[in-house]
């Protein structure tokens, strides 16, 4: 029987990742933590505690009294705050990494998800139809931690033999958790500004295209990599995966054949730039014949969901 702990549960990807493990592995299976309170449907489906990935003697001292036969690390900061606290961010995505690898090489742990991002990708890539392998010059404290995270999991797969997995997620879109200072928040953020006040201002220029995943898609391709025979991966660093590509002006564009009346305005400030040096579009055939991953929202169905799902928020 698999015994799942999820680290930084109470954030955008694990408030909804955990509940997602728990209907597969049974809510009693499936342990949450993090350094924060989480939502209530965390705590009353299974259990729940305030946990430091940070302090690895609690953290060890965790995985071997539950007998924890897999670790989901999703605790990091994010690029926008990164930017602001540097040292601190680099400290917390790369400590907690390395404190997670090495506890699962010590204890025997069978497989370890960790995500990456869109955000290793710099200046030099490619911007149309990114592939799994090319130039990876990254230019922000995120991305950088990022980057070396895929260097580390690749070398515990070679050098321990550690099953350690990852997805580069693009920008992700939920109604259920709302922005944590990521660059690409402006596309969770312009849905609830919609709802509250009919309008909403961007702090991306208009035709600032990049890659986004509507959160159900992003949930489904980390459990379906992880329940993936380990013979058909290829990949140990981690996983190109994409979603809807689309800029600033198209999301306002399909916001309003709903809202008619939304208006949005734009007061570039220092994420344009970020945005600038990632991807407009992602070739993820890797992941296509590696493990049979496929997208299924487009942009339409996915701002009718939004805007359904928040308006019965508000």
């Known amino acids: 029987m698999e015994r799942i702990l999820v680290i930084g549960a109470a954030g955008q990807i694990g408030s909804e990742l955990t509940l997602a493990l728990r209907k597969v592995y049974g809510n009693e299976n499936v342990f949450a933590t993090d350094i924060k309170d989480a939502p209530k449907d965390i705590k009353r489906s299974g259990p729940f505690q305030i946990l430091d990935v940070m302090d690895d003697k609690r953290l060890i001292h965790f995985v071997i009294r539950y007998n924890i036969t897999q670790i989901y690390l999703l605790a990091a900061v994010l690029s926008g705050n990164a930017e602001r606290l540097p040292l601190q961010a680099w400290d917390i995505n790369m400590k907690s990494l390395l404190n997670i690898l090495d506890l699962a090489r010590e204890v025997g742990i069978k497989k370890v998800f960790w995500p990456s991002s869109i955000a290793v990708f710099g200046l030099t890539t490619p911007k149309i139809d990114t592939p799994q392998l090319t130039i990876m010059e990254p230019n922000t404290v995120y991305g950088i931690s990022k980057l070396a995270g895929e260097r580390w999991c690749e070398y515990y797969n070679k050098k321990h033999k550690l099953d350690v997995r990852s997805i580069r997620y693009p920008g992700l879109i939920s109604y ?39 959160m159900p898609d992003a949930i489904r391709a980390t459990i379906e990599l992880m329940e ?87």
Not at 180 to 206: H, M, Q, R, W
């Open 176 to 214: 259920k958790t709302e922005a944590g200072g990521g660059t690409t928040d402006y596309a969770v953020e312009i849905f609830y500004d919609a709802v509250k006040s009919g309008s909403y201002e961007c702090f991306l220029n208009p035709d600032a295209t990049l890659p986004m995943m509507f």
């Open 228 to 314: 993936a025979d380990q013979s058909s991966l290829s990949v140990h660093s981690s996983y190109n995966v994409s979603g809807i590509s689309f800029d600033p002006q198209e999301l306002a564009s399909e916001i309003k054949k709903i809202l008619p009346k939304f208006r949005i305005s734009y007061k570039p400030d220092f994420r344009q730039a970020i945005a600038e040096s990632w991807p407009q579009t992602i070739d993820d055939r890797v992941a296509q014949k590696d493990w049979g991953w496929k997208s299924e929202y487009d942009l339409e169905k996915m701002t009718k969901i939004m805007l359904k799902q928040i308006r019965k928020k508000n």
